[in-house]
């Protein structure tokens, strides 16, 4: 029933968008999130102040399965027009390597514990701006009493180049208050020891993931973060920054099938002849189909491994293990 209720159609026009009832409803609800999260004011356009230009970015959301779970309507501000040291100044924000995801996973199992995830709804809108930023109302949402007037913002939107770095202050601020630990070397894991049992808490922007020796924290740590922003719980972790992880007794099982079909499929090579390897060196190649001269490097890199991908999705779908519990 929730299915029926989505549109299948990812609209590229905002008038699209605006003639699909669905589509309109997930426009209305990232806007009612603006004023619950009192993110910006509307006032009078000033005068000699950068007007930073505002667009929707319209995305279906699908699950690891490809099945549709929700219709997503993004406001966005055209960052590119902001000026470094006018508009801005501090854009850096520490981001978690694969790596550390991988890290965090065996550690997991090596402690036997259940790893859990959530995301923020709307993570950069709690981002407290520092800078004076002004913005262009929606398009197909300005305020017809108010046509010429702009926004002001209080808190990051998402496109502005500083509000990745807004998030992340508010966000580790938040963790280091409440008792947490920021790590040393990765400064996006959080630690914290609680009468001989640990709780670990990596951040990759808007996604946590968690776990702990004792659930009790987990569940403390959920509810915490629920009290303070809108997060959204969705259990075990399964996907997460294209990695599928299956989770059981005997240890925790890590593919990347899910990643291999959205690229063959991105370049329509879901039905492409398997190749055993990339490309052999010796081999020769002629013209494109336009008649164009094909760069051999270019082709071994790049095409060569996606046929190469049709091959092994099968394996690697079922073959990854990150490491047995013991």
């Known amino acids: 029933m929730h299915d029926s209720f989505l549109s299948k159609f990812e609209p590229k026009r905002v008038s699209e968008a605006l003639a699909d009832p669905e589509w309109v409803v997930s426009m209305q609800e990232e806007l009612n999130q603006f004023d619950a999260l009192q993110v910006w004011r509307l006032v009078p356009k000033p005068k000699d ?12 959301k699908k699950d690891e399965d490809g099945t549709i779970i929700r219709n997503k309507a993004r406001l966005v501000a055209k960052g590119y027009r902001q000026e470094e040291g006018i508009d801005y100044d501090g854009t850096y924000a520490p981001v978690a390597r694969l790596e550390a995801i991988r890290m965090f996973l065996a550690y997991a199992t090596h402690k036997n514990f259940t790893v859990f995830q959530m995301d923020m709804k709307t993570a950069f809108l709690n981002g407290i701006l520092k800078e004076e930023v002004y913005v262009s109302q929606p398009e197909g949402f300005v305020n017809q009493e108010k046509p010429n007037h702009v926004y002001i913002l209080d808190k990051a939107l998402y496109g502005l180049k500083q509000a990745p770095r807004a998030w992340y202050d508010v966000l580790s601020n938040f963790l280091v208050k409440s008792g947490f630990s920021k790590g040393t070397v990765d400064t996006t894991l959080f630690i914290k020891k609680e009468k001989g049992d640990i709780i670990l ?4 922007v808007d996604d946590i993931i968690f776990g702990s020796t004792n659930t009790k924290y987990c569940k403390n740590f959920a509810n915490l ?3 303070r922003f809108q997060m959204n719980l969705m259990g075990e972790m399964n996907f997460f ?9 005997s240890g925790i099982f890590i593919n990347q099938s899910k990643y291999i079909r959205d690229i063959l499929r991105k370049f329509q090579m879901e039905n492409s002849k398997p190749i055993g390897t990339p490309m052999a060196p010796g081999t020769k190649i002629g013209t494109d189909p336009s008649g164009k001269a094909v760069d051999v490097r270019t082709y071994r890199g790049m095409i060569g491994s996606l046929m190469y991908l049709t091959s092994s999705r099968q394996d690697i779908m079922f073959s990854t293990c990150l490491c047995a519990r013991y």
Not at 49 to 58: A, E, L, S
Not at 201 to 204: L, M, R, V
Not at 241 to 249: A, H, R, Y
Request: charged share 15%; hydrophobic share 50%; net charge positive.
């Open 225 to 227: 973060m629920v009290s």
């Open 241 to 249: 920054l294209g990695l599928q992880v299956k989770q059981f007794s």
């Open 201 to 204: 808490i990596q951040i990759y």
């Open 49 to 60: 102040k950068t007007i930073i230009g505002t667009k929707w970015v319209f995305k279906i």
